[in-house]
């Protein structure tokens, strides 16, 4: 994460105890409780736990549903580089059981956009094969250590089935006058205030472009609506908070992600790709370039392993099973310690160092 902590003291207060602390994140201030960074760590840690996940992110069409899937999606698989990201439509789910067929045997993050007309257009049956199906969701093609965070939208309906509106965590986009009500027994009688403030909020946000929180006695926060940070109320399932989130692309910046956005096989991919293999194997010889791209895949969950070599590797799971053993006791048998280590200047890609050049 590249959440940079700088207290900022406010000149017109000498007392600053009671008052949020302010974060940079990318050199843009926020409030460190307000973090959707927070929000990650804690679906992390339960996801290191649970075997599945399930997000719910509620609001009305142009609120941001999808835009805040991907942002945690993306921040989530940076902190576990073992989850896939892939996105789907309301109709894979309901061949739920081959969509999850069809991915590989990683941990997979799944986003699911717009499920509000779930019912309406594939019928109740169709809800009824799914909800059995996702009770045992991890046990589809014998994946039982299989980790799935599953992401879902749709708009703020009391007729969807509570099958659906039942989650681990939950984001709100947005609050109109008739939601209200429907937020305060989702949330509690006691969050009511928490709810108005939220509404008016994200009123504000529309009407004037921006949207404030109280900074001490005098002072306030004030954030301009998505530039690049717009507010969402956030639910643990233990408390309800405000929090702020930007857009993919500005967590990106320059950057490409292949694992939200795999890059399609393209003739410029074709010149990468011979660009990648001159200069990769060049600077690290062959054997070590074969074993980095071994290693890359395998946490990508493809092994591409001799088969001699993942058997010794279930020799091991099974000794393990039945006999005390220490691995790193083990692995200093075999001559093995952890290495850590930086990509020096000359060994990183031609464009750092040539300005996209390759001569």
């Not at 990201?85 to 309301?90: P, Q, S």
């Not at 779930?118 to 039982?144: M, N, P, Y």
């Not at 969807?160 to 008739?178: H, V």
Request: net charge positive; charged share 30%.
């Amino acid at each position: 994460m590249e959440t940079i902590t700088e207290v900022i003291q406010s000149p017109s207060s000498k007392k600053t105890k009671d008052k949020p602390t302010i974060i940079k994140w990318k050199g843009v201030p926020m409030l460190r409780s307000q973090s959707i960074n927070a929000c990650i760590h804690e679906i992390y840690e339960s996801s290191r736990s649970m075997g599945f996940l399930k997000i719910n992110l509620i609001g009305a069409s142009g609120s941001g549903k999808t835009q805040l899937g991907s942002v945690i999606a993306h921040q989530l698989h940076k902190l576990d580089p073992t989850f896939e990201v892939h996105k789907f439509e309301d109709s894979d789910l309901i061949d739920f059981r081959k969509t999850i067929e069809n991915l590989s045997k990683a941990n997979q993050i799944l986003i699911f956009d717009d499920l509000s007309g779930l019912v309406a257009k594939f019928g109740k049956s169709a809800l009824d094969k799914l909800k059995a199906e996702i009770t045992t969701i991890r046990h589809i093609d014998d994946q039982e250590d299989r980790k799935i965070i599953m992401i879902l939208n749709f708009h703020a309906q009391k007729t969807l089935d509570k099958f659906i509106r039942i989650s681990n965590f939950t984001f709100y986009t947005d609050c109109q006058d008739e939601e209200i009500g429907y937020l305060e027994e989702l949330l509690g009688k006691s969050k009511k205030q928490t709810i108005l403030k939220f509404k008016n909020l994200r009123s504000q946000s529309r009407i004037f472009h921006k949207f404030s929180f109280p900074l001490g006695r005098k002072d306030k926060f004030t954030y301009k609506d998505s530039d690049p940070f717009r507010l969402v109320l956030y639910n643990n399932g233990i408390s309800t908070r405000f929090v702020v989130t930007p857009q993919l692309k500005w967590v990106l910046g320059d950057d490409l992600c292949q694992v939200c956005n795999p890059t399609s096989k393209s003739e410029e991919t074709k010149g990468n790709l011979d660009d990648f293999v001159n200069d990769f194997s060049k600077k690290f010889g062959k054997g070590i370039a074969k074993r980095a791209i071994e290693l890359k895949l395998l946490r990508r969950g493809i092994n591409t392993q001799p088969k001699r070599v993942q058997q010794a590797e279930i020799y091991i799971e099974q000794f393990f099973l039945k006999k005390k053993m220490n691995l790193q006791e083990l692995a200093e048998r075999y001559g093995l310690e952890e290495n850590k280590t930086f990509l020096r200047g000359d060994k990183k890609p031609f464009f750092f160092n040539m300005g996209e050049s390759k001569e």
